[in-house]
């Protein structure tokens, strides 16, 4: 598995859960850390299904955003399914204003997202 510092990551089997580390995701040096971080496991660590949990982000740069962006597309290009999970209003009135919330699987909740890999739980 590669070295992290901006995520922290669980497998249940073939799904990788994701948390940040980071409340507010906003400085480009840990923002560019955390799109290598999360690209990297799709290229080395060959995870294909992802689920997003941003429980305690209060926070996300637009920067923030094109990673995301970026993650869906390499996920999308390996066959595989992004969810998105416990979006605080907030970032969730970003979503819907810049209508990603179109593009990105988004839950309410962690259980509700797992439930919708197939997950029991």
Do not use: W, Y
């Amino acid at each position: 598995m590669t070295d992290r510092r901006r995520i922290i990551v669980a497998t249940i089997g073939e799904l990788a859960t994701v948390r940040f580390i980071d409340k507010k995701i906003i400085d480009s040096t840990n923002i560019e850390e955390m799109g290598s971080e999360l690209l990297a496991m799709v290229d080395d660590d060959r995870l294909k299904h992802i689920l997003l949990n941003f429980d305690g982000v209060e926070f996300l740069s637009s920067a923030a955003l094109n990673k995301l962006i970026l993650l869906d597309k390499k996920v999308k290009q390996v066959g595989g399914v992004l969810r998105l999970c416990n979006l605080r209003a907030e970032i969730m009135e970003v979503f819907t204003i810049t209508r990603l919330n179109r593009v990105f699987d988004i839950r309410t909740s962690e259980s509700d997202a797992l439930k919708a890999f197939g997950v029991p739980s």
